[in-house]
């Protein structure tokens, strides 16, 4: 009888200490694909593609989206080399414990796993508002446009569908895994083909394009909509569309224990995905901009899109415009939506996984509900439905404040980018005979890289706490700190009053083979 090899991700888990309780049958391809999914070309810069262009007009939200590029590249050759480490399902706060060192491990680990959940968690909602604005401008223009009586969804119908999707993806992540990596693939190809189609025929087919010029060279402040004339903070404002979009490559990460060879697929999987996206979303960004009829118009409440979407006009304006009708950018706006459908889809995933490895760990309130895996279909179906209860929860603040969509954009990407930063930290101030590098290593390189890594985190996260319109209200108040300072203060007072004395990170449940990691 012939023994079955040992997979290298599967043998790096046990000399860490974890049994193999995760299926181990992903490719590097279907890890990809979930990645990718993840970080979605259209999920990203579409809601907030119009606020950036307002704040300082085309040019900076073009080179915006190539400076963030280029800072993205640090936090993702930084988090190649530790995933090729520590092939493990908790990923960041794993990471987190080990690279902090047994006497400040439990205290990063603990930062670095309610960060990602806050992050994860947040995240769902942002796919679900935004998939939710999109059905929104799909029903508008499919009745007849603003203009001609079309029917333009209330606040109340809004919240149901943004309920909707969250509850359906729940539904979707109870069952088998293979189910989502099979719905992933078709994200994959939905993306590319989709993304493809857009970024080639918008341009084509819109009856007149702006010059290079005007794309490439023309900044304007719109301080008379966002109330805001202060150059340096507009320009800063305007690259928030890049550094929302630009994350998410992690998700490779969370599905180490799961694919095969991670140690070497993960890392191969998070920097394809930048590479894919940065090229992709440019592209994506420069046909939208390229396709502007007429600039003023696209945020005007009059206008057949009620001034509700920028994307959705420019859309309609460029197929109304050739055709004088709306089909075609109905067609484009529902490959749009179906972005949005399998971005929330998988990071539903990503966030159940987050909560099920922490809470393996008992560092969840009733850990011991959220850990149990589905007897037949080995998924944390708990994690799941907590993490969708949540989420609706974050939304209902949509019935009466106008900026729902900024401020859980905020938690989200300050939570996820966040969460980054601690293992990148850890790794930079460690000493290296302590680490044990995988098949990618940096060698001497690690500490400059780390160093550009984690003061990029630093300076996204503070830019995310800024108010994005003036004068400030309640209807225009970003209430991320408020939300973030209240969430991440119970989390640290539970910590010193009582997390710290049992919380010790990830628990082991086989013993290394040679005592050591």
């Given amino acids: 009888m012939e023994i079955e090899e040992m997979d290298s991700g599967e043998k790096r888990l046990n000399e860490l200490g974890y049994n193999q309780e995760l299926r181990r049958q992903m490719t590097l391809f279907k890890t990809l694909a979930i990645s990718f999914s993840t970080m979605t070309l259209f999920t990203g810069i579409t809601p907030l593609y119009g606020s950036s262009l307002l704040y300082a007009g085309p040019a900076t939200l073009v080179w915006g989206w190539v400076v963030v590029s280029f800072f993205t590249w640090f936090v993702g050759i930084a988090m190649a080399e530790i995933c090729s480490s520590f092939p493990t399902t908790g990923s960041l706060y794993f990471w987190a414990a080990h690279l902090a060192g047994p006497r400040w491990g439990p205290f990063a680990s603990w930062c670095c796993a309610w960060l990602e959940t806050i992050g994860l968690v947040a995240g769902i909602g942002t796919q679900a508002y935004a998939g939710s ?5 799909i029903i508008l223009l499919c009745t007849g446009t603003n203009k001609g009586g079309g029917y333009f969804a209330p606040k109340w119908l809004f919240l149901c569908m943004y309920v909707g999707l969250t509850l359906i993806w729940a539904f979707l992540n109870t069952f088998a895994l293979e189910v989502i990596a099979f719905i992933d693939i078709i994200s994959i190809w939905w993306q590319v083909i989709g993304g493809l189609v857009i970024v080639i025929l918008l341009p084509l087919v819109a009856t007149t394009t702006q010059s290079a010029s005007y794309v490439f060279t023309h900044f304007e402040v719109g301080s008379e909509s966002t109330g805001i004339s202060s150059k340096p903070y507009a320009v800063v404002l305007s690259f928030l569309v890049s ?12 599905l180490t224990e799961e694919t095969k060879g991670a140690d070497k697929n993960g890392p191969i999987a998070i920097l394809s995905s930048i590479g894919i996206i ?3 979303g440019w592209a994506y960004i420069l046909a939208l901009t390229f396709s502007i009829q007429d600039f003023s118009y696209l945020y005007d409440p009059s206008n057949e899109t009620a001034g509700a979407f920028v994307p959705a006009q420019i859309l309609y304006d460029a197929f109304h415009g050739r055709y004088q009708n709306s089909t075609g950018a109905i067609v484009l706006l529902f490959v749009i939506w179906g972005s949005f459908f399998f971005g929330g889809l998988s990071i539903t995933t990503s966030a ?4 099920y490895a922490l809470s393996r760990d008992r560092g969840i309130p009733f850990s011991s509900i959220w850990r149990k895996i589905h007897p037949k279909h080995k998924v944390p179906s708990n994690a799941v439905w907590l993490c969708a ?3 609706i929860l974050l939304g209902l603040p949509i019935l009466k404040v106008n900026v729902v969509f900024t401020a859980i954009t905020s938690i989200c990407t300050i939570g996820w980018v966040g969460g980054y930063a601690v293992p990148i930290f850890a790794r930079m101030v460690m000493d290296e005979k302590d680490f044990k590098a995988g098949p990618f290593y940096l060698g001497k390189a ?3 890289i780390c160093f550009v890594a984690f003061t990029w985190i630093c300076y996204t996260c503070c830019v995310f706490l800024l108010p994005t319109l003036y004068p400030i209200s309640w209807d225009t108040f970003n209430y ?3 939300a973030l300072g209240i969430g991440l203060g119970l989390i640290m007072l539970w910590w010193v009053l009582d997390a710290r004395k049992w919380f010790k990170g990830p628990v082991r449940n086989i013993d290394p083979p040679n005592g050591k990691v």
Avoid at 243 to 254: I, K, P
Avoid at 352 to 355: D, I, T
């Fill in 133 to 137: 604005q999109t059905l929104q401008s």
């Fill in 243 to 254: 550094q929302y979009s630009l994350y998410g490559y992690d998700a490779a990460a969370h």
């Fill in 278 to 280: 940065s090229v992709f």
């Fill in 352 to 355: 159940a996984r987050v909560v």
């Fill in 389 to 391: 209860a949540i989420c």
């Fill in 446 to 448: 690690r500490r400059p």
């Fill in 480 to 482: 991320a700190p408020v």
